[in-house]
């Protein structure tokens, strides 16, 4: 079994800082290595809504990789506490598939 674990991807900060586009290079890593379970552990970009998406995207076109996913702060920054609760709940549903 491999697995792969991903922590502090900052994905809006490192593209505008780097010019490069991590989640290109990170599905590119993802399909070349097949993991069975990719852990992503904390602060994959700023705020629940865009890591949802990402999560979503990864997992839509990985489904044979199990991806789990462990919030960092910058995955639930967010102006209203019960949106983001709500939100953060959406992120554990859609990553545990």
Known sequence: MKIAVLSDIHEGLNRKNTQTEIMASLKEWINTHLPDVFIISGD???G?????TLLNQ???????????????NHD??????KSAMSTITELRSSATR
């Open 48 to 52: 629940p809504e865009k890591s949802l």
């Open 58 to 72: 990864l997992q839509n076109e990985f489904p044979q990789t199990r991806l789990l996913f462990v919030h960092g």
């Open 76 to 81: 639930v920054y967010s102006e209203d506490s």
């Open 44 to 46: 994959m970009t700023a």
